[in-house]
């Protein structure tokens, strides 16, 4: 199983981004899919969960301005960022739960900054 990140970059206070992250090597379902974020000195935290069925949990932090979404036939995790503030600024890392096993992607960097 492998993770590609891709749609991180330098983007302005009040904008947005939107991070795709497509697994291979996928035969049966994903469980849950997600995406954490570390900030430089900081611990990897969790920013937003979707499991296969159910709803979407979110960090208090990013609630109301992030959303996750899933495309299971694509076997894609995506999270649409708006309303990007400074302290927004980290590697973020799409986790998968497959067959009951987590997978890391290698981080894409999402920087804030005017």
């Known amino acids: 199983v492998q993770l590609v990140e891709s749609g991180g970059g330098l983007m302005h206070p009040g904008g947005s981004l939107r991070l795709s992250c497509v697994a291979s090597?996928?035969?049966?379902?994903?469980?849950?899919m997600a995406w954490y974020r570390q900030a430089p000195g900081q611990e990897r935290l969790e920013v937003a969960t979707?499991?296969?069925?159910?709803?979407?949990t979110y960090a208090d932090s990013v609630k109301d301005r992030f959303t996750i979404s899933r495309d299971n036939a694509e076997n894609t995790v995506y999270l649409q960022m708006d309303s990007l503030k400074p302290e927004d600024t980290a590697v973020y890392y799409c986790h998968i739960i497959y067959r009951d096993v987590g997978y890391w992607g290698q981080g894409t960097q999402v920087t804030v900054s005017s």
């Open positions: 979707i499991p296969r069925l159910g709803t979407a």
């Open positions: 090597g996928i035969v049966f379902n994903i469980e849950d």
